[in-house]
């Protein structure tokens, strides 16, 4: 019998399909991230769980895959569900879909809620090309180097991040990216209190600073492969911090810098050494 890798809904409970239900019911282990969310959305649906209730969260993954392992290899049936939207989707279940699929054990997926499908879909942005970022790095200093690297990404891209750090994140993006860059910042997607707000990065900067509620997905436009994109002092500095944390001298970073956008080494250092 097959792991399921199954979404369940990110706010609405309607959004289940009757697959989902199915699942639920007949699955002989239904693996969860949190077991008293799953209850909850099993009484939401009117569903008895027929099977074996386990936990599958970060921090038991690794043991608890080698059991879930086990119960495959016996035939069972077992349904691997997140909080809310798809699996692996910066949610815990990579291990075990990988050790199955290594064992050449039956995968299967039952397909359906995802937050940042749901965002791209109303956010408006160009969606034929586009890239998961997910939660960027929770230190500020790794946080701006990633987002150094994203600063001439074309595609749009899609984050995650929780309500208590948006705020700073909002304003690395902005900083990174550009105060007037396009965005949309979704808020309690399906859910009573839905939220979506298309502005710049620097408004949704400013909106965040005034404390906010509920998980946010955030879509951002991509930089256009047709406009000189002139990067901010933040997204300058965090260029030359990535290139000394790999190895270079910063002597070495502020010129690898400066050659690539083609600007003063002179102002390349001043952002990099700004206070």
Not at 50 to 69: F, P, Q
Not at 108 to 135: K, M, Q, T, Y
Not at 224 to 249: I, K, M, N, R, Y
Request: charged content about 25%; glycine content about 8%; proline content about 5%.
């Amino acid at each position: 019998m097959p792991l399921i890798v199954a979404a369940t809904p990110i706010g609405n409970a309607d959004d289940a399909s009757p697959r989902l239900r199915a699942a639920l019911a007949g699955a002989d282990v239904v693996a969860a991230e949190d077991t008293r969310r799953l209850r909850r959305l099993a009484v939401a649906l009117g569903v008895t769980i027929g099977g074996r209730v386990v936990s599958y969260y970060d921090a038991i993954e690794r043991e608890r895959t080698e059991t879930l392992l086990d119960d495959l290899r016996a035939g069972r049936t077992v349904l691997l569900v997140t909080d809310a939207g798809t699996p692996l989707v910066s949610d815990p279940g990579h291990r075990l879909v990988a050790a199955a699929a290594a064992e050449a054990l039956p995968v299967s997926v039952l397909p359906g809620p995802s937050a940042a499908l749901a965002a791209l879909a109303v956010a408006g942005l160009p969606a034929d090309r586009w890239c998961f970022e997910g939660f960027l790095p929770r230190k500020a200093g790794d946080r701006r180097r990633r987002l150094a690297e994203l600063a001439h990404e074309p595609r749009t891209l899609v984050f995650f991040e929780a309500p208590h750090r948006a705020a700073a994140m909002l304003r690395d993006l902005a900083d990174a990216l550009g105060a007037d860059r396009p965005a949309v910042a979704c808020r309690e997607l399906t859910k009573t209190y839905e939220e979506v707000r298309r502005e710049s990065l620097g408004d949704l900067a400013d909106w965040a600073a005034e404390g906010l509620k509920g998980e946010l997905t955030i879509v951002v436009a991509g930089a256009s492969q047709h406009e000189d994109v002139v990067p901010t002092s933040a997204a300058l500095a965090a260029q030359v911090d990535a290139l000394v944390g790999s190895g270079q001298s910063k002597r070495d970073a502020v010129d690898a810098v400066a050659a690539e956008h083609g600007i003063s080494r002179r102002v390349v250092y001043a952002a990099a050494n700004r206070v």
